[in-house]
Every structure is written in C-alpha cells, then in structure tokens.
C-alpha cells in the first residue's frame, strides 16, 4: 500500500506539500488529476468536477453523493499545470495539485493541502489523514501505470471499511507520520 516516497513536508504550521516524480507526459498526468473519471479510481471513489474556475467538486468515499460528500470549488484552473480545489465548508482551506514537465515523459507533482487552524487549536494534519493521501498519490502512479484500477480501488475500500486491521506497511506509514508531525510541524 505505501511506497519508499518522502514523507509531505510542512511549508508552514498549516501548509504541508507532498513530491512525486511519474514517468508520464503532464497531459496524461494532468487528465488523472483534473477529471472525476480518473480521480475516482485512485484518490476518491466517487469524485466529480466541473472544470473551470468557480466549477464544483465533489468528493465522497463511494456512498451516494449526499452521504459524506465533501464539497470543494475549482479555485484555481489552468491546464496542465493547476488546479486548486477550495473547501466550502472549511474556510481559507485547499488542495492543489501543480504540475511541471521534467523533461518530454515525466512530471513533477507538487501536491499541496493547505487547513488553517485557529491558534492553539489542534493540528488538521492527523497522521492518519495524511498517511492516506500518502498512499493515495501511490495508487496515482499504479494508475498511471495501469496497474491500479476501479477494482483496486473497490478492493481498497472493501479492505478498509470491513473491520480488519490495517496492513503492517500502512501502521508504519501512519506512525512515521505521527512522529513528523510531532517533530516537524512549525507553532503557532
């Protein structure tokens, strides 16, 4: 479920980015992180987007729609390059996805979450949340690859809603985080 990649880091107390590297064009990576049909198969399962500034996003966790959807707006959009999804419901909160060609057949993806928290209130990065968008931007690079699909991702969602513990690899990812964010997160 997690890979060797390098821990987000934190660009401030409430900004933390993650890094990856894919061996595709930023086209392609762009479509698998702009579109609902793509971004359902490797970070939300039900995820819908209208593509242009002021456009509606919607995440959910493969219920219907109104249960548990979390409702963001296009902020920002300019292909290939950004796109930034602005909570509705989380004031001065986002998510953005920046890309950069490395050369003709690879990109570099700057993944960033920004969630500010008033001062002295608890951290929005909770280990586990962030583990997950850890191994969520791995199933980006199975996707991409063709290795991670719908039925992974069903599969996943199986694994995780049955009850069973999480698989040891993934325990670690979410206790390597827990001590980043203990160690590496910026005060108030």
Known sequence: MSTHAPLAQFVDR?????????????????????????????LFPVTRVEQRVGGRATFTWGGPEEDGVEVHEVAEYDPPSRITFASTEWPGAWMRFALTPD???????????HWPVP??????????????????????????????????????????????????????????????????????
Do not use: C
């Not at 039925?151 to 690899?169: K, N, R, V, Y």
């Open 119 to 188: 001062p002295g209130a608890d951290s929005p990065f909770a280990p586990e949340h962030l583990s997950g968008f850890h191994g969520m931007l791995d199933n980006l690079a199975g996707h991409l690859d063709g290795t991670w699909t719908s039925a992974s991702m069903d599969a996943l969602i199986a694994q995780l809603t049955s009850g069973d513990p999480p698989p040891p690899d993934h325990v670690a990812l979410i206790e390597s985080y827990r001590e980043h964010v203990r160690t590496a997160q910026p005060p108030d």
């Open 103 to 113: 050369g003709a057949d690879a990109t570099v993806l700057h993944f960033t979450l």
């Open 14 to 42: 409430d900004t933390m980015i993650y890094e990856r590297r894919y061996p595709h064009p930023i086209e392609r990576v762009w479509r698998a992180v702009s579109t609902g049909e793509e971004l359902n198969v490797w």
